[in-house]
C-alpha cells in the first residue's frame, strides 16, 4: 500500500449517462482501495444531489458488477450549480455553498467528477472555489475538447451502426429511402462515424449544412444508377443552409417551433422532391443504454485507475484526457464552455466523400 493523504473521495456522475462511466467508477474505486487505503463516497444524482446531500457509501462488494454495467449507478442530473447561485434552498444556502458544505460536513479530501463539457466546466469553478477536484471526460457525443477518447462514444457509435446497417434490408425490401436520426446536437461524431461504418448514402452533420436539393439529387442519381434504395444518417442538430445563416437566437426559436425532428423533416421534404417513398428512424437514448464495449470497459478502468494516481499525487483542477496514446492531466478550465466540432476538412469527411457519400454541401 503506498502513502496518501488523500483519503476519502466523493465521485459523482452528472449529465446524459454514457455505457463506461460504471467501469470508471470501478476502476477509481479499485485502484484507490487497493493501492492507498482510500475511502469513496458516491454522490447520487450528480451536482443536484451534491446540493441536497444524497450520498452512499461505495463498498468493496458493490464494485464487480460495474464493469459491464451501462448506464450510472450512482445516477445523474444536468443540475448547474453556479447558474443558480443566487437562488437559496430551504438549506438556507445557495447551491455553491450547499455543495461546500457536504463536501466538509463529509470529509470529503477530494472530489472526482465524471462529466461531459458543462460537468467539467462546474468541476473547474468548483475547484476555483477551494476543493480538491478532478474530472474525467464522459459524452457519447466525443465533443470534449482536448481529448481524443470520452466514455461511451464507440459504443453509441457501435450502437448507431449495427441500427443502420440492419436497416438496410427493409429499405431494400420496400425500394425506400430510410433516414435515420443520431444524437449530436452540436458535433457530428457519432454521424460522421456510424454513416461510415453502415454505408449511408447522405451524411449530415451540425457543422456541415446542407441543401436538401442536393441530398433528393444524390438519391435520385442512386435509384437512376441501379440502386433500389438509399440510406441517409441525419444527426439530430443538422442544419440546412437558410438555418446556418440564421442568427443563434432566430435558430433556436425555428427549432422550438418545428413540430418533428431534423430528421422526419428530412424525410418528408425527400419524398416530396424525388417521389421516393421515405421512413425516418430516430435511435435515440438507445444510443446510450446498455453494456459498454470492450473498448470503453478498458478505457474507462483506466481512466479510473489513473484517477486514483492522481488523487494520490495532489494532482488537483486537472481533467484526464487522451493525447497521442496517454492519459495527461490538462486545467480542467481549459475545456470549459467549448464543444470539439467535426473539421469541415476532417480525414474522415474527405474520405467518405471520395467513396461517394453526400453531406449535402
Ligand atoms: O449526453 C449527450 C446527449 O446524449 C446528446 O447527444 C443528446 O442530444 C442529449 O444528450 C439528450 O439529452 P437528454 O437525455 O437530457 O434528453
Known amino acids: 500500500m503506498k502513502d496518501s493523504k488523500v483519503k476519502t473521495v466523493g465521485i459523482l456522475t452528472s449529465g446524459g449517462d454514457a455505457p463506461g462511466l460504471n467501469p470508471a467508477i470501478r476502476g477509481l474505486c479499485e485502484a484507490g482501495m487497493n493501492n492507498y487505503g482510500m475511502k469513496f463516497v458516491g454522490i447520487l444524482n450528480g451536482y443536484k444531489g451534491f446540493e441536497a446531500g444524497q450520498c ?46 457536504f463536501y466538509k460536513k463529509w470529509k470529503l479530501d477530494a472530489l472526482v467528477v465524471l462529466g461531459g463539457n458543462g460537468s467539467n466546466t462546474t468541476a473547474g469553478l468548483l475547484s476555483q472555489e477551494g476543493l480538491n477536484v478532478i ?24 450502437i448507431a451502426t449495427e441500427s443502420i446497417s440492419m436497416i438496410h434490408t427493409t429499405a431494400a425490401s420496400h425500394s425506400r429511402v430510410m433516414i435515420v436520426e443520431v444524437m449530436g446536437h452540436k458535433a457530428g461524431w457519432i454521424g460522421l462515424h456510424s454513416g461510415i461504418a453502415s454505408g449511408a448514402d447522405v451524411i449530415l452533420l451540425p457543422e456541415i449544412p446542407y441543401d436538401i436539393n442536393k441530398v433528393a439529387k444524390k438519391i435520385s442519381d442512386n435509384k437512376k444508377a441501379g440502386k433500389k434504395y438509399s440510406i441517409v444518417v441525419v444527426s439530430e442538430g443538422a442544419m440546412d443552409k437558410e438555418e ?57 478502468t483506466l481512466f479510473g485507475a489513473t484517477a486514483a494516481d492522481y488523487l494520490a499525487r495532489e494532482e488537483f483542477g486537472k481533467i484526464l484526457v487522451w493525447q497521442n496514446d496517454q492519459i495527461v492531466g490538462i486545467p480542467l478550465l481549459d475545456v470549459a464552455s467549448q464543444v470539439k466540432n467535426v473539421p469541415t476538412d476532417d480525414p474522415l469527411v474527405k474520405t467518405a466523400k471520395s467513396v461517394g457519400v453526400s453531406f449535402g454541401d
Not at 445523474?76 to 445557495?94: A, C, M, V, W, Y
Open 135 to 158: 474530472g474525467l471526460p464522459k459524452t457519447i457525443d466525443n465533443d470534449i475538447v482536448h481529448t481524443n477518447y470520452s466514455f461511451g462514444f464507440q459504443t453509441a457509435v457501435n
Open 244 to 300: 446556418a445563416a440564421l442568427d443563434k437566437k432566430t435558430f433556436k426559436k425555428v427549432r422550438a417551433a418545428m413540430t418533428c425532428s431534423v430528421g422526419a423533416r428530412v424525410a418528408k421534404q425527400i419524398e416530396e422532391i424525388t417521389g421516393l417513398e421515405s421512413r425516418c428512424t430516430v435511435l435515440g437514448h438507445l444510443q446510450r443504454a446498455g453494456s459498454p464495449l470492450p473498448y470503453d470497459r478498458c478505457m474507462a
Open 56 to 101: 452512499i457509501s461505495i463498498e468493496k462488494e458493490d464494485l464487480p458488477e460495474l464493469l459491464t454495467a451501462g448506464g450510472t449507478f450512482l445516477g445523474s442530473t444536468r443540475e448547474k450549480p453556479f447558474k443558480n447561485k443566487d437562488k437559496i434552498s430551504e438549506t438556507g444556502l445557495n447551491a455553491v455553498d450547499s455543495i461546500k458544505k
